[in-house]
Nanobody
């Protein structure tokens, strides 16, 4: 099992920034992908950004140029720097851990990001 704890959500105004953090613990693999997904009210959960342990990143088109994902492998942490936030970025942001070797997927409980106009 892998446990994920997110932090850093909150209420900001449009144009401002937030940094989300996620700490992973438990059965950490040497081949894994960590990332962020989000779910807005009434919508399906969607990919925001992921990053492999080797550093390969994948971003949703709607966050390119505004959000940056990073990892600290030694601490099993993943971060999401969110700049130029828009009201449509309002959602619950979920940390995700994917154990590639075992094909298992884990989710955090989510952290709410609210962007006011």
């Amino acid at each position: 099992q892998v446990q994920l704890v997110e932090s850093g959500g909150g209420l900001v105004q449009a144009g401002e920034s937030l940094r989300l953090s996620c700490a992973a613990s438990g059965a950490i693999s040497s081949i894994d992908v960590m990332g962020w997904y989000r779910q807005a009210p009434g919508k399906q959960r969607e990919l925001v950004a992921t990053m492999s342990r080797s550093g390969r990143t994948n971003y949703a088109e709607f966050v390119k140029g505004r959000f940056t994902i990073s990892r600290d492998n030694a601490k099993n942490m993943v971060y999401l720097q969110m700049n130029s936030l828009k009201p449509e970025d309002t959602a619950v942001y979920y940390c995700n851990y994917r154990n590639i070797a075992q094909g298992r997927n884990y989710w955090g409980e989510g952290t709410l990001v609210t962007v006011s106009s």
